[in-house]
């Protein structure tokens, strides 16, 4: 188990200190991995009432090889439906339309006969039956790494790449490497993303994503997904998938995956926060996880997702403000978080390699894909790049089209101290 505050990573004790009282964990939990006297009495009765709100009752549970539990909860029952605004939703079973020019290739399903390019772990163990949904189960050691019962799922450091911001936000540096499209009306998106295993330092993650977003910094809305290594979020430091969502500029809703009420999951053979596999190699075998998001305009407006190839499930438009309509910028690339322990961090974006490697070393996103506000399939036009610093992380589009592009890097090098 990773505690925040904890020696596993033989820190200094003046940074130690310095780390639990950023995270807001009492000095008396340093070194103790004993979760009774780590939180008080009060604090364990919230994050008893905050497993059973997130634990739904399982009609199976499946243990995970690499210790995770999925529970298969009944697809009635699941956290979005303690959100207020669906008390009474009807569960949309499938999409009532597809994109037009989307298309689909069905040899990627998890469940068919022939070797998926897609797996989670847990899958060796057993599958959820129809009817419900796989869930990781939160534990105890998930909601300290957290700080709070209150935070957990939540993000601690939230950042979207802004050209004009200096990528500090709650005191951390974010760094980005992404492309942007914005300028008119967006309904949709799809890309390939390049699967990997960075290396991270204490406290900070690395994620590959992308970003749907509308409105401004007094109302801003994003929907968000793609893979990511946090050790403040996970127990490990593998790749996971995640989704986000925020309606208030992640201030009070939103969270990762079902951390919290709001996202509808449909499919029973996908996980969020479950780990992804296989992932790529350097020089060797590239795995990449296609994301799919449109607008049901032909239905009732939902924004749906779809992974790997299945209808995952969507985001109710009614839990947004003016995401209920459209979004304003497509975005796709990577961010780190920077402590600067040391000088500048050497948590890697992607693959950890520059994108000038190329194919087999760097990571890439491709098939890149807007629906605009003619509700046409396109590739990106008029894109732009946000990169914070290129002698760190860098992006590369690759052709004439500018759906491709390699990005990433190994952070603190000789040019990057």
Known sequence: MALPCGSRRRLSR?????FCLFFLIPMSSVGNRNTNTIFN??????????????????????ESPDGDIIDCVDINKQPAFDHPLLKNHTIQMRPSSYPEGFSFDESNDVSSNSKPKFSQPWHLNGRCPEGTIPIR?????????????????RKKHHSIPNADSDGITDGITHEHAVLVEDGDKYYGMMAEINVWKPNIQAF??????????AGDSQDFDTIEAGIKVDENLYPDYEPRIFTYWTDDNYQRTGC???NCPGFVQVDNQIATGAAVSPYSVYGGEQRELKFYVWKDINGNGNWWLKIAERDFGYWPSSIFSVLSNSASSVQWGGEVTNLKLGGH??????SGHFPEEGAGKASYFRNLNVIDGLQ??????????????????????????GDFFYFGG??????CP
């Open 345 to 350: 961090t050497t948590t890697q974006m992607g």
């Open 137 to 153: 189960r939160t534990k105890e050691e998930d909601l300290l790494r957290a700080g709070s019962a209150e935070n957990y799922g």
């Open 204 to 213: 900070e993650f690395s994620l590959s994503q992308f970003w749907m977003t």
């Open 14 to 18: 003046v940074v130690e200190m310095t």
């Open 410 to 415: 190994p952070g603190r090098n000789p040019n």
């Open 376 to 401: 046409v399939l396109r590739g990106p036009r008029s894109s732009h790049t946000i990169i914070t610093n290129a002698n760190c992380y860098n992006l590369l589009i690759v052709g004439d089209f």
């Open 256 to 258: 990762h995956n079902l």
């Open 41 to 62: 009495k009060k604090q364990k009765l919230q994050v008893q009432q905050q497993l059973k709100r997130l634990n739904k009752p399982a009609l199976k549970s499946i």
